[in-house]
């Protein structure tokens, strides 16, 4: 039985979504599909390569269960400004979930994923900052990105506390959880029961060990990179022809061709130009989740 999805975990990206989206999916009144995200919401956002282009069908075939909690994790709706009414349409009684981190440290963050996915070929992580302006007029584009607004580093962020607002004007203050990453790093098992007592749902379900989940990656050779990123939506296509059920040979070729590596620190001078930059937005942030 299809029913519609009553949780939304919108984001941030790299703030613990994955962590959130693998634990609560071993609880036994929870489901959430394999495919964590969907983006099927935020018709502002730039899809290209045939990525995330789910049917209305398509979407809702994600969901057939009867459990109590059914979820999705798309961590780019926090950057999109339609993408929380039009959640709201789809289900005005859905329960929100938004994820945030240092700022800075977010950034950063982002730019690291998206040269291990492919969605970004500047290696330099300032050079990549200073390409934003070219990119929001649609210029320096790399041919693999999926999601033109990943792209959007800075504004992305700078858009944070007014897409938050939305949330709060539609779904209610109280509907809405609010989670900072340091939160998990500190005590994962609070967090845990904190958000099982905000789903409603028995919250003495115990996980015996919490793992870190999605550390920083880098690629070991590119040339693969660049193939799976090229041919990965074509193969899954192909594959839904023939069989619904994903096989999880590009997650598994994926695997193979990465390694966890900390992330390079960034320079003081750049660290302390994005902090002068998006403090501002920081502290509106902390006074949204304050309000609570």
């Known amino acids: 039985m299809t029913k519609v999805p009553n949780l939304f975990i919108v984001g941030a990206p790299k703030c613990g979504t994955t962590f959130l989206y693998t634990y609560l999916k071993k609880h036994p009144d929870i489901y959430f599909p ?4 969907p983006h099927f919401f935020g018709s502002d956002l730039i899809r290209k390569n045939g990525a995330y282009d789910l049917s209305q069908k398509d979407y809702n075939d994600l969901f057939s269960t009867n459990k ?12 999109s ?3 929380a009414q039009e959640i709201y349409n789809h289900n005005p009684k859905a329960k929100i979930i938004i994820m945030i981190r240092n700022l800075v440290d977010l950034v950063h963050s982002l730019h690291a994923q998206f040269i291990f996915s492919g ?20 210029k320096n584009i790399p041919k693999q990105t999926t ?20 949330y709060i004007n539609l779904f209610g203050i109280e509907n809405i959880r ?25 919250s003495g379900f ?7 989940v999605n550390k920083n990656k880098v690629y070991k050779y590119r040339i693969i990179r660049d ?18 059920k994903p096989l999880g040979i590009v997650k598994f070729f994926e695997k193979l061709n990465l390694k966890e590596q900390k992330r390079l620190d960034i320079s003081k001078d750049l660290y302390e130009k994005l902090t002068n930059k998006l403090s501002k937005t920081e502290i509106e942030i902390n006074d949204i989740i304050n309000r609570r």
Do not use: Q, W
């Open 178 to 202: 609010f989670i900072h990453l340091d939160e998990i790093k500190n005590n994962p098992r609070k967090v845990y029961k904190d958000t099982l007592d905000f789903l409603n749902v028995d």
């Open 147 to 166: 999601i033109v607004n990943k792209l959007y580093y800075t504004t992305n962020i700078l858009s944070i506390p007014n897409n938050i607002e939305s």
């Open 206 to 212: 115990r996980i015996d060990t919490f793992k870190v």
């Open 227 to 244: 193939l799976l990123k090229k041919y990965s939506i074509l193969l899954g296509k192909l594959r839904s022809v023939i069989i619904k």
């Open 68 to 79: 109590k909690i059914i979820g999705e994790a798309s961590t780019f709706y926090i950057f």
């Open 81 to 83: 400004k339609k993408s």
């Open 119 to 138: 969605d970004e070929i500047v290696e330099d992580f300032s050079k990549a900052l200073d390409l934003e302006k070219s990119r929001l007029n649609g």
């Open 34 to 37: 394999n495919f964590k995200e």
